[in-house]
């Protein structure tokens, strides 16, 4: 990848609660992103191939936006979607990673859940892979008394030397799942994601039940949101030729995991693509 550092900056958001469409819609009303940008750069992010990357004159993982204002804004939203009478159902985070490094001083997630504690939507499902997230366990635990919370840890493979190919910034896979576990033993309800489906080792599935309520299975080729034109785009097609992958990049992939992950899960803890993905609403 181009280059190692890091450009930060905050920023006042206009709103911080975005209404849900395309992918989300299936189960959630809002999104939510504490950040712009994220410092994890996995090579096959969609997010990459979005306006708000497309039009940046820094490489995606290079730079990131701190939203400074995020959880005063989350109050002051979520009281007048309750004085309309609308239901909340949030998504954090769809186009950022709500634990990536610069969370662990900028706080800006944990500041979200205390104001969710405060004023708690009807659901949220917090999709991260950062092993950060066992900080903010107590909030969890608190929240979940006030509205349906999972968190869902990405967990697209069990090796780690592939992980270092698609996603070399990204937190090891024995971090991830240690952390699923913290979480899942806190009574927190979880999920692993595994999305989108890498290589992975025959034991995957095994090391995953006892951590993850329910896994969630998605693709490169099903689930970039553009029906896999925008992984072809980022060159995934061509970097799993290069490493001898080409295996695991079919256009069916989910449904031969799925078949595969029926062996370990029973069929109602196994979920796919869109319309498996969401829980909530």
Known sequence: MEGWTLETKAIVTKKILTEASGYLDVGFTHSLNPYSGCRFSCLYC???????????????????EMKSNAAESYRKEIKKLRQKGKPVHIYMSSATDPYQPIE??????????????????DSIQIQTRGPLITRDIDLFVQLKEKCDVLVSMTVETDREDIKRIFAPLAPGVKLRIKALKAVHDAGIRTQAAVSPVLPFTPEFPEKLEPVADRVWIDTLTIGDGAMGRRSKRLGMPKLFEAHEL????????????ERYFHKTFPRDRVFVSKTGAFPVK
């Open 46 to 64: 969609y997010v990459r191939e979005l306006p708000i990357q497309r039009f940046k004159d820094r490489p995606w993982g290079e730079w990131v």
């Open 104 to 121: 662990r001083k900028a706080r800006i997630t944990r500041e979200i859940l205390e104001a969710m504690l405060e004023e708690p939507p």
């Open 246 to 257: 080409s295996d695991w990049y079919l256009d069916d992939l989910h449904a031969r995991v």
